[in-house]
């Protein structure tokens, strides 16, 4: 980690990766509720204007004119922050995209502390929860905007609901252009014997840099990026548990019913093993810059580092 | 008597075929709900002229093959209605009238709230109240662009328009000028607790739909003059969606069931039922 990494935006991402999707499938449109300039969904607006609807600031008539569009043979993507989509529309969710297993793509922006300045109202702690717990949703969270690019695009390649979640801030690169990366497949991005890291987000490249202070320390840590958190690669994980034998979890999300819980449901049945869950801890957020957020709500690579350590102690 | 030729746009069916159609369509959802022991037959029997109206005389559609890309739509928006729903499909033969009596019943494709995975004829999942109108919305717009004549009529409760999405799907079929678009609101005046105008005041219904840009057409419910009427200049209006407030009676029909909330959704015991069915047919 000498070379100061290159930054990511997972926005401009999903913007280049619309008009890209746009040019290959005819029956794409796009559904936006006044956030449509700050999510980048205009980029697709911009470049195919029939193919755009902006709803004004009503996410359950937008979630419901997607699913609409859907049940009359298009592929939809319809997004806007967090905190009010899925939040504001999970009824609409629920009971028609999911319901009927719909080809929408759903996305939420603005998910995390990281938000920053505007506050605890736009940062959502809470929707991987909400949709993790609907049938027939899957749930992709990426790590950077390279990963953002690559799975949104598949996930609007394959049939049927989806909710991706990304964050506001531009990051640190995790992958590159050449990764190959697939929804439902986790990435061990470092391997190790002593914990493994299982990480979503913003998360992963901080569990990353906590990886190699473990190291340091004489900690072989293994890092994971559960970008899938439904249908969850119980696989990698599993085995990532019994290689190690300890596991923490970080997400930028409450430790109530995220990645640390899908995790848990996962090992507690097949393989318990010592766990950790880094996240924020059942409050909301506040004002500040993003770094002092994550620092506040427990979201560093050194929150990382002590869970793994404690839990290696532990072992 | 000859057959209705339900794919032919400009088809005439008679009023008194259309009137003896809707007995038969009372009497259905009597008895199947009946046979239920549970559902909604309040807001089923309110209904039965406005849709029998659209499936038998002016929907363009085809029973044999009910995702024909070029059908017109009818959206159940008030979900609860679906002994109405369900009745009027089997009429139409979209699956067999012996399945009506499998309403409600573990592994039924005729779900207590329609379901369109399950059952042919079924466009959207119903259940929660306020989401038909934007499902028409994002219907209407996938017509346009795909350059389709198709129509798309959403059937709402009139205590759903309590609901605030339903005015967000109405500035949004006003901003998209939705000419393809017919919102049909069953003005039944009872809602699930009471009477609409006491739970939560309603009126005035036309002038709402007229102030959100629609087009505005008042019909009694169970003239099917007006209703034909109504659905024709629907289909002439050029740019604006167009609403038809149809007044009805929440329990048509059934005396003891009319203007009561109590029987918005409670079915009463097979013997009442078997009486309010000689009632209907000696109307």
Redesign the interface.
């Given at each position: 980690m000498s070379a100061k990494p290159i930054q990511t935006s997972m926005r401009d991402a999903l913007g280049e990766a619309l008009v890209k999707l746009g040019e290959e499938i005819p029956e794409l449109?796009v559904v936006g509720a006044d956030t449509s300039g700050s999510l980048k969904l205009s980029v697709f607006g911009s470049k195919f204007p029939?193919?755009f609807?902006n709803?004004?600031i009503?996410e359950?008539?937008m979630?419901?004119?997607?699913?609409?569009?859907?049940?009359?043979?298009?592929k939809v993507v319809c997004g806007s922050y967090a905190v009010f989509m899925p939040g504001r529309a999970v009824?609409?969710i629920r009971?028609?995209i999911a319901?009927?297993?719909l080809d929408v793509k759903l996305v939420g922006s603005h998910g995390g502390v990281s938000v920053g300045p505007d506050g605890g109202s736009h940062q959502a702690l809470e929707d991987i929860a909400i949709m993790r717990s609907i049938p027939n949703m899957n749930v992709v969270v990426p790590a950077d905007g390279i990963s953002t690019k690559k799975l949104f695009t598949q996930a609007c390649r394959s049939v049927g609901p989806y909710y991706v979640r990304l964050a506001r801030p531009s990051s640190p690169a995790v992958y590159t252009e050449g990764t190959e990366l697939r929804v439902g497949r986790a990435e061990i991005l470092r391997d190790g014997s002593d914990v493994a890291i299982i990480a979503v987000g913003l998360m992963v490249d901080k569990a990353l840099r906590a990886a190699q202070s473990l190291r340091e320390a004489g900690v072989s840590a293994m890092v994971v990026d559960s970008h899938t958190v439904k249908p969850l690669d119980a696989e990698t994980i599993l085995s990532a548990a019994r290689t190690t034998g300890a596991v923490v979890t970080a997400e930028e999300h409450n430790v109530f019913g995220g990645v640390g819980s899908a995790v848990a449901e996962l090992l507690v049945k097949t393989h318990p093993v010592k766990m950790e869950m880094v996240g924020v801890n059942d409050v909301f957020g506040e004002s500040g810059e993003t770094d002092e957020l994550m620092a506040k709500y427990g979201l560093t690579e050194k929150h990382i580092f002590e869970a793994a350590m404690k839990m290696v102690k532990q072992k | 008597m000859e057959a209705i030729q339900f794919a032919e746009p400009n088809r005439q069916v008679s009023v008194e075929r259309l009137q003896a159609i809707s007995r038969q369509i009372r009497k259905d959802i009597l008895e199947m709900l009946s046979e239920a022991g549970s559902g909604h037959p309040g807001g089923s029997l309110s209904a039965v002229e406005l849709v029998v109206a659209l499936y038998f005389a002016k929907m363009v559609h085809n029973p044999l093959d009910p995702r024909w890309?070029d059908r017109d739509?009818f959206l159940l928006s008030k979900g609860h209605a679906a002994p109405l729903l369900y009745a009027v499909l089997a009429e139409c033969g979209y699956f067999p009238k012996s399945e009506l009596k499998t309403l409600r019943k573990l592994g039924s494709r005729l779900q207590g709230h329609p379901?369109?995975?399950k059952l042919p004829g079924v466009?959207?999942?119903g259940?929660?109240e306020?989401?038909?109108?934007?499902?028409?919305?994002?219907?209407?717009?996938?017509?346009r662009?795909?350059r389709k004549s198709y129509r798309v009529y959403v059937l709402m409760g009139d205590g759903e328009l309590n609901e605030?999405?339903v005015w967000?799907?109405a500035?949004?079929a006003a901003k998209?000028k939705l000419d393809n678009l017919t919102a049909i609101v069953d003005r039944n005046g009872v809602q699930q607790d009471g009477l609409t105008e006491q739970i939560m005041p309603i009126e005035p219904v036309a002038n709402k739909w007229r102030a959100f840009n629609w087009n505005v057409i008042e019909v009694d419910g169970y003239d099917f003059e007006q209703i034909l009427g109504a659905i024709d200049e629907a289909r002439s209006v050029r740019n604006k969606p167009t609403v038809i407030v149809a007044y009805t009676t929440k329990g048509k029909g059934v005396e003891f069931m009319e203007w009561q909330s109590e029987y918005h959704g409670k079915v009463p015991d097979k013997q009442t039922v078997q009486k309010a069915i000689e009632e209907l047919q000696k109307r």
């Open positions: 449109v029939q193919r609807f709803v004004g009503a359950q008539n979630v419901g004119v997607a699913a609409g569009l859907a049940l009359a043979g298009k009824d609409q009971n028609t319901y009927c297993r | 890309a739509r379901d369109p995975t466009e959207i999942p259940g929660p306020g989401i038909g109108l934007s499902e028409g919305v994002g219907m209407a717009l996938a017509a662009l795909d605030g999405e967000e799907a500035m949004a998209y």
